[in-house]
């Protein structure tokens, strides 16, 4: 089984200083990780993927997150936050094809980033 | 490439009855997605469908909760009767061979 703690529900920065939203993740094999964005009365877009590859992922609208496995964390990170980046932020890890799992996603609770002028 | 299509965006009832939604996919995705998004929660899976089959429907309570996708394309899910804490966002996800899931707007359903 996999599971995802996002460790904060609200983060408040000002524009153009840096963002922080902290994930760890619990799985019992090498996980696949995501970050997703929900903006307000929009879908969920994908912001970047870890899949065992570079340990940095970088992402779109300049996002990047660090896979640290002896951390077990995926904190998303972005030095220099726009107005536009104001939403909602998931963390995601997928499970396995096994079990009945079939690559099964598994969202944390979310963090609410507020981004003040 | 057109996204996934959702519909209605809103719908409002009350409890004991019954409302569907619809999802359009992607053309050509093979895998639908229903999720369950309460407020302030991630989103939830409900049923998973590869083509027209069921892969994963353990999290759908399957005595007010149905769902279809009949030929392999468009989907509808059904709750009959509405309870209280069916109250939430309910989006349709799709995607091909990749990993990535594709997400509509989703149907946010409240229940009076």
């Known amino acids: 089984a996999q599971s995802v703690t996002q460790l904060d529900s609200h983060v408040s920065v000002s524009e153009g200083t840096p963002v922080l939203l902290r994930c760890n993740y619990s799985?019992?094999?090498?996980?696949?990780l995501f970050w997703y964005v929900q903006h307000p009365n929009k879908g969920l877009q994908l912001l970047l993927k870890?899949?065992?590859?570079?340990?940095l992922v970088k992402g779109i609208n300049g996002f990047e997150a660090e896979f640290k496995k002896s951390e077990t964390s995926f904190h998303l990170t972005k030095p220099s936050a726009h107005m536009s980046d104001a939403a909602e932020y998931f963390c995601v890890v997928r499970g396995s094809n096994s079990g009945g799992s079939n690559y099964k996603l598994t969202f944390g609770k979310g963090t609410l980033l507020t981004v003040n002028p | 490439e057109a996204g996934v299509a959702q519909s209605p965006r809103y719908k409002i009832i009350e409890k004991r009855q019954s409302v569907a939604f619809w999802c359009n996919p992607i053309s050509g995705h093979a895998t639908l997605y229903w999720y369950q998004q309460i407020l302030g929660q991630g989103p939830k899976l409900l049923i998973q469908?590869?083509?027209?089959?069921?892969?994963?429907d353990s999290q759908l309570p399957k005595d007010r909760f149905s769902a279809e996708r009949l030929k392999g394309v468009d989907s509808t899910l059904k709750i009959q009767p509405a309870k209280l804490e069916d109250s939430a966002v309910y989006l349709c996800?799709?995607?091909?061979?990749?990993?990535?899931?594709?997400f509509g707007p989703g149907t946010r359903l409240t229940v009076t």
């Open positions: 469908f590869q083509n027209n089959g069921v892969v994963d």
């Open positions: 996800a799709t995607k091909s061979r990749s990993y990535e899931q594709y």
């Open positions: 799985s019992s094999y090498s996980p696949s």
């Open positions: 870890y899949t065992s590859a570079a340990t």
